[in-house]
Protein backbone atom coordinates (compact mmCIF):
# COMPACT_ATOMS: atom_id res chain seq x y z
CA UNK A 1 0.00 0.00 0.00
CA UNK A 2 3.24 1.96 0.43
CA UNK A 3 3.58 2.56 -3.08
CA UNK A 4 0.02 4.11 -3.61
CA UNK A 5 0.51 7.12 -1.06
CA UNK A 6 2.93 8.63 -3.88
CA UNK A 7 -0.16 8.45 -5.75
CA UNK A 8 -1.00 12.76 -6.45
CA UNK A 9 -4.05 13.55 -4.17
CA UNK A 10 -6.13 14.66 -6.61
CA UNK A 11 -5.27 11.60 -8.69
CA UNK A 12 -6.30 9.40 -5.61
CA UNK A 13 -9.73 11.58 -5.23
CA UNK A 14 -10.42 11.05 -8.78
CA UNK A 15 -10.67 7.19 -8.33
CA UNK A 16 -11.80 7.15 -5.12
CA UNK A 17 -14.53 9.59 -6.62
CA UNK A 18 -16.01 6.45 -8.71
CA UNK A 19 -16.37 4.16 -5.58
CA UNK A 20 -19.31 3.82 -3.61
CA UNK A 21 -19.80 4.74 0.51
CA UNK A 22 -19.11 0.94 1.51
CA UNK A 23 -16.00 0.62 -0.45
CA UNK A 24 -14.70 4.06 0.28
CA UNK A 25 -14.96 3.13 3.92
CA UNK A 26 -12.92 0.01 3.76
CA UNK A 27 -10.78 1.85 1.46
CA UNK A 28 -10.34 4.04 3.96
CA UNK A 29 -8.76 1.55 7.02
CA UNK A 30 -5.88 0.51 4.88
CA UNK A 31 -3.65 3.09 5.56
CA UNK A 32 -2.76 6.36 7.09
CA UNK A 33 -2.41 8.32 3.15
CA UNK A 34 -6.23 6.44 2.29
CA UNK A 35 -7.38 7.55 5.39
CA UNK A 36 -7.44 10.95 4.41
CA UNK A 37 -8.07 10.97 1.11
CA UNK A 38 -11.56 8.65 1.94
CA UNK A 39 -12.53 11.40 5.03
CA UNK A 40 -12.44 14.48 2.24
CA UNK A 41 -15.16 16.41 2.35
CA UNK A 42 -15.39 16.69 -1.76
CA UNK A 43 -15.54 12.94 -1.85
CA UNK A 44 -18.69 12.72 0.68
CA UNK A 45 -20.03 15.36 -0.70
CA UNK A 46 -20.33 13.90 -3.82
CA UNK A 47 -21.71 10.72 -2.52
CA UNK A 48 -24.75 12.34 -0.92
CA UNK A 49 -25.44 14.33 -4.01
CA UNK A 50 -25.63 10.93 -5.92
CA UNK A 51 -27.55 8.72 -3.56
CA UNK A 52 -30.07 11.31 -2.84
CA UNK A 53 -29.84 14.04 -6.01
CA UNK A 54 -33.43 15.54 -4.91
CA UNK A 55 -32.32 16.28 -1.53
CA UNK A 56 -32.37 20.06 -0.24
CA UNK A 57 -28.40 20.27 -1.11
CA UNK A 58 -27.59 21.56 2.52
CA UNK A 59 -24.80 19.19 2.52
CA UNK A 60 -22.93 20.76 -0.65
CA UNK A 61 -24.03 24.23 -0.25
CA UNK A 62 -22.29 24.31 3.24
CA UNK A 63 -19.47 21.86 3.65
CA UNK A 64 -17.54 21.10 6.87
CA UNK A 65 -15.74 18.25 8.71
CA UNK A 66 -18.77 16.48 9.07
CA UNK A 67 -19.41 15.46 5.81
CA UNK A 68 -19.11 11.96 6.44
CA UNK A 69 -21.25 12.06 9.84
CA UNK A 70 -24.06 13.85 7.56
CA UNK A 71 -23.73 11.05 5.26
CA UNK A 72 -24.25 8.14 8.01
CA UNK A 73 -26.53 10.46 9.56
CA UNK A 74 -28.84 10.34 6.73
CA UNK A 75 -28.32 6.75 5.80
CA UNK A 76 -29.21 5.82 9.02
CA UNK A 77 -32.75 7.89 9.15
CA UNK A 78 -33.30 6.15 5.47
CA UNK A 79 -32.93 2.40 7.24
CA UNK A 80 -35.62 3.49 9.57
CA UNK A 81 -37.78 4.83 7.26
CA UNK A 82 -37.67 1.87 4.95
CA UNK A 83 -37.94 -0.46 8.39
CA UNK A 84 -41.56 1.36 9.48
CA UNK A 85 -42.80 0.74 5.84
CA UNK A 86 -41.73 -2.58 5.90
CA UNK A 87 -42.91 -3.27 9.20
CA UNK A 88 -46.20 -1.81 8.40
CA UNK A 89 -46.25 -3.83 5.30
CA UNK A 90 -45.65 -7.34 7.16
CA UNK A 91 -48.51 -6.26 9.65
CA UNK A 92 -50.95 -5.96 6.51
CA UNK A 93 -49.73 -8.91 5.06
CA UNK A 94 -50.17 -12.06 7.58
CA UNK A 95 -52.40 -13.92 5.56
CA UNK A 96 -50.31 -13.49 2.49
CA UNK A 97 -51.61 -10.66 0.33
CA UNK A 98 -52.42 -7.01 1.06
CA UNK A 99 -55.35 -4.99 0.44
CA UNK A 100 -54.91 -2.06 -2.30
CA UNK A 101 -55.46 0.68 0.05
CA UNK A 102 -52.47 -0.55 2.24
CA UNK A 103 -50.53 -1.06 -0.67
CA UNK A 104 -50.62 2.30 -1.71
CA UNK A 105 -50.23 3.46 1.67
CA UNK A 106 -47.22 2.12 1.63
CA UNK A 107 -45.59 3.84 -1.38
CA UNK A 108 -47.46 7.39 0.27
CA UNK A 109 -45.27 7.05 3.00
CA UNK A 110 -41.82 6.09 1.32
CA UNK A 111 -42.68 9.09 -0.26
CA UNK A 112 -43.56 11.17 2.41
CA UNK A 113 -40.24 9.94 3.95
CA UNK A 114 -38.20 11.25 0.97
CA UNK A 115 -36.51 7.51 0.36
CA UNK A 116 -33.94 7.63 -3.11
CA UNK A 117 -33.87 5.15 -5.98
CA UNK A 118 -30.66 4.24 -4.03
CA UNK A 119 -32.36 3.55 -0.70
CA UNK A 120 -34.93 1.22 -2.56
CA UNK A 121 -32.17 -0.66 -3.81
CA UNK A 122 -30.83 -1.35 -0.87
CA UNK A 123 -33.71 -1.77 1.85
CA UNK A 124 -36.62 -2.82 -0.84
CA UNK A 125 -35.54 -4.96 -3.20
CA UNK A 126 -33.34 -7.46 -0.98
CA UNK A 127 -34.51 -10.67 -1.79
CA UNK A 128 -35.06 -11.83 1.40
CA UNK A 129 -38.09 -9.58 1.73
CA UNK A 130 -41.33 -10.55 0.71
CA UNK A 131 -42.11 -9.90 -2.71
CA UNK A 132 -44.66 -7.54 -2.01
CA UNK A 133 -42.07 -5.12 -1.01
CA UNK A 134 -39.73 -5.69 -3.96
CA UNK A 135 -42.89 -5.08 -5.95
CA UNK A 136 -43.96 -1.63 -3.57
CA UNK A 137 -40.47 -0.42 -4.18
CA UNK A 138 -40.50 -0.64 -7.87
CA UNK A 139 -43.85 0.93 -8.38
CA UNK A 140 -42.71 3.90 -5.80
CA UNK A 141 -39.64 4.33 -7.86
CA UNK A 142 -41.42 4.28 -11.49
CA UNK A 143 -44.18 6.04 -10.35
CA UNK A 144 -43.18 8.51 -7.66
CA UNK A 145 -38.87 9.09 -8.23
CA UNK A 146 -40.06 8.88 -12.12
CA UNK A 147 -36.77 6.51 -12.57
CA UNK A 148 -36.15 5.28 -16.20
CA UNK A 149 -37.59 1.85 -16.85
CA UNK A 150 -33.81 0.66 -18.07
CA UNK A 151 -32.49 1.80 -14.63
CA UNK A 152 -35.04 -0.42 -12.50
CA UNK A 153 -35.05 -3.17 -14.80
CA UNK A 154 -31.11 -3.14 -13.99
CA UNK A 155 -31.37 -2.72 -9.93
CA UNK A 156 -34.46 -5.61 -10.32
CA UNK A 157 -31.94 -8.54 -12.24
CA UNK A 158 -28.60 -6.92 -9.75
CA UNK A 159 -30.90 -7.67 -6.54
CA UNK A 160 -31.88 -11.06 -8.44
CA UNK A 161 -35.87 -10.02 -7.61
CA UNK A 162 -36.72 -9.38 -10.90
CA UNK A 163 -38.54 -12.75 -11.80
CA UNK A 164 -40.31 -12.59 -9.00
CA UNK A 165 -44.02 -13.32 -9.30
CA UNK A 166 -47.07 -11.31 -7.75
CA UNK A 167 -51.13 -12.45 -8.34
CA UNK A 168 -53.22 -9.68 -8.17
CA UNK A 169 -56.80 -10.58 -7.68
CA UNK A 170 -59.79 -7.88 -8.29
CA UNK A 171 -63.48 -8.55 -8.27
CA UNK A 172 -66.75 -6.50 -8.37
CA UNK A 173 -69.33 -7.53 -5.54
CA UNK A 174 -72.73 -8.60 -6.14
CA UNK A 175 -74.24 -6.02 -8.56
CA UNK A 176 -77.84 -5.31 -10.07
CA UNK A 177 -79.15 -5.18 -13.38
CA UNK A 178 -82.86 -3.70 -14.24
CA UNK A 179 -83.43 -4.99 -10.60
CA UNK A 180 -81.54 -8.66 -10.86
CA UNK A 181 -78.66 -9.43 -9.10
CA UNK A 182 -75.99 -10.56 -10.86
CA UNK A 183 -73.20 -12.91 -9.80
CA UNK A 184 -70.07 -11.61 -8.47
CA UNK A 185 -66.89 -10.87 -10.57
CA UNK A 186 -63.54 -12.46 -9.86
CA UNK A 187 -60.82 -12.30 -11.57
CA UNK A 188 -56.85 -12.62 -11.15
CA UNK A 189 -53.68 -12.38 -13.17
CA UNK A 190 -49.97 -13.31 -12.04
CA UNK A 191 -47.30 -10.99 -13.49
CA UNK A 192 -43.32 -10.47 -12.49
CA UNK A 193 -41.80 -7.97 -11.52
CA UNK A 194 -40.21 -7.02 -14.63
CA UNK A 195 -43.10 -7.40 -16.91
CA UNK A 196 -45.02 -4.96 -14.66
CA UNK A 197 -41.76 -2.54 -14.66
CA UNK A 198 -41.55 -2.95 -18.53
CA UNK A 199 -45.08 -1.71 -18.43
CA UNK A 200 -46.08 -5.10 -20.32
CA UNK A 201 -48.95 -5.57 -18.31
CA UNK A 202 -51.10 -1.97 -18.64
CA UNK A 203 -54.76 -3.31 -16.72
CA UNK A 204 -52.44 -5.05 -14.17
CA UNK A 205 -50.64 -1.59 -13.52
CA UNK A 206 -53.57 0.40 -13.84
CA UNK A 207 -55.46 -1.05 -10.99
CA UNK A 208 -51.98 -0.89 -8.55
CA UNK A 209 -52.31 3.08 -9.93
CA UNK A 210 -55.78 3.74 -9.17
CA UNK A 211 -56.87 1.19 -6.42
CA UNK A 212 -60.44 0.74 -5.36
CA UNK A 213 -61.66 2.85 -8.26
CA UNK A 214 -65.92 1.60 -8.25
CA UNK A 215 -67.74 1.22 -5.15
CA UNK A 216 -68.02 -2.86 -4.23
CA UNK A 217 -64.70 -3.27 -6.26
CA UNK A 218 -61.50 -5.16 -4.01
CA UNK A 219 -58.40 -5.25 -5.54
CA UNK A 220 -55.62 -7.99 -3.57
CA UNK A 221 -52.45 -8.21 -4.18
CA UNK A 222 -50.41 -12.26 -3.03
CA UNK A 223 -46.64 -13.72 -3.55
CA UNK A 224 -46.42 -16.51 -5.82
CA UNK A 225 -44.54 -18.71 -4.21
CA UNK A 226 -41.67 -17.78 -1.31
CA UNK A 227 -38.43 -18.15 -3.05
CA UNK A 228 -39.62 -17.64 -6.17
CA UNK A 229 -36.94 -17.08 -8.62
Same mark, same amino acid.
Given at each position: MER???LPCDLALG???????????????????????????????????????????H???????????????? #??????A???????VEEWSRNGSLEICYYL????????MKL????????????? #????????????CISLLEIP??????????CQVLKRQVCVRWFMLRRRFYGFPMPDEHR? #??????????GKEDEVLGLLNRGTIHEGMSVRISAVGSNAA
Open positions: WSCIVSFLEASDVCSLGICSRFWRDICSSDSIWIALYARRWPSADGLVASPSQECKALYIDK #HKKMASASAVIKYKAISDLGSGFMDVQLFLFRRE #HNVLLNLIGMHYTVDVMEALEIS #HTVSLGDLAM
